[in-house]
């Protein structure tokens, strides 16, 4: 189980309060990625499709940024392990947007 | 007794305004969507309860919401606004080629008769279509694909489709406006298109009368005279008689022939009103005094419209789809500014007053009369 925090935004439009909790779906053997957090987080809240990741080139959306355990995971590939506390269940993922203007 | 609801569009989400049909007492519903920017909300004429919302932002992109009744509930529809095929390319400010890229719906236009059917026009400009109430998006490419659009360039608010007319006279005749490639036609439902710039005259480019490249900010026209256009380009006011063959410049004796919206009243065809701004660099009234202009012989002629709006120190722009009409008897008049004043008028233009005063800047305003 993964626990992922949205920014107020992204609550408001998925209709959810609080973290949300995923259980990943994935391959079994596969290792716990970002990608396969996104994708499960999307393939549960539709509506969330194009407003972390862009529609059409699947990249991180400019001013979104990815947190856990202290770091910034932001421009880490999307394939990469994500930290064994995330997986655990210890940590958030944390999903906000950037300090970019009022 | 009928009612009307104003749908508001603003920097900082969207405001539904409604009165009964008097239009003296106005109801303010909102913010919904809050801290989105809400370029366009817009209802469908054969299902007023049908409403289509643009909510865009810096942060997490285009979403298109829907709702069935009348804007009490939304629902998120299809966002997947991709280009078709060869994306191309275009001109960047500095004259280098530049790939589309897709930023944000401008404008929504739900078709007369299927509640299900809407157009959207995007930035960097193309057209968009849904069959299935907004839930999947096709582009109708030829438009971007045209042979001119190599040579098409933003303006300074990005390039941008942002005024749509499907023809109620021609059931295929579909009228886009880009900023700032100029105007096009399509006979054929949007398969071809063709550019109606003739007669335009443009002074920030350098072959004035060019087949593309002019500033349209916006085209209306009244449905009963389907072959008549008027237009609020960058500078000039023009009207077509030949559905857009052919332009004129009926700017007349306006104190400023620059703005951006344009709207005709809903019962006199040759009644026309816009809102003129000092200059393309001084984006606010002339003089600090709002006025909004009424031209009861199709242009050419105009009257100040005063009463009931700010005549001094008054700096706010009215954007280009921020002016709409309902189809009352007296016709209802409606604009928005950026500093986020809802105007209307209830007899015609003759007399203004605030429905409200202290909204986000206003991006888009339409009239929808409720049965």
Known sequence: ?102 | MSGVRVLVGTRKGAFVLTSDGRRGDWTVDGPHFGGWEIYHLTGSPADPNRLYASQSGGWFGQLIQRSDDGGRTWNTVGNDFAYSGEVGDHLWYDGTPRPWEFKRIWHLEPSRDDPDTVYAGAEDAALYRSTDGGQKWTELTALRTHPTGPRWQPGAGGMCLHTIILDPAHQDRIYVAISAAGAFRSDDAGASWLPINKGLRSGEIPDEDAEVGHCVHHITQHPSRPDTLFMQKHWDVMRSDDAGANWREVSGDLPSDFGFPIAVHAHEPETIYVVPIKSDSEHYPPEGKLRVYRSRTGGGDWEPLTKGLPQSDCYVNVLRDAMAVDTLDPCGIYFGTTGGQVYHSADGGDSWAPIVRDLPPVLSVEAQVLP
């Open chain 1, 1 to 102: 189980m993964i626990r992922v925090v949205l920014p107020a935004h992204l609550k408001n439009l998925a209709h959810v309060t609080g973290e949300v909790r995923l259980e990943l779906t994935g391959p079994a053997a596969g290792p716990v990625t970002q990608r396969l957090v996104l994708d499960t987080l999307e393939a549960r809240y539709p509506m969330l499709l194009g407003t972390i990741r862009d529609r059409n080139s699947g990249k991180r959306r400019a001013f979104i940024r990815f947190y856990a355990c202290e770091e910034d995971l932001s421009n880490e590939s999307p394939d990469a392990p994500l930290p064994e506390r995330v997986i655990a269940g210890e940590e958030p993922y944390i999903i906000l947007g950037a300090m970019a203007g009022g």
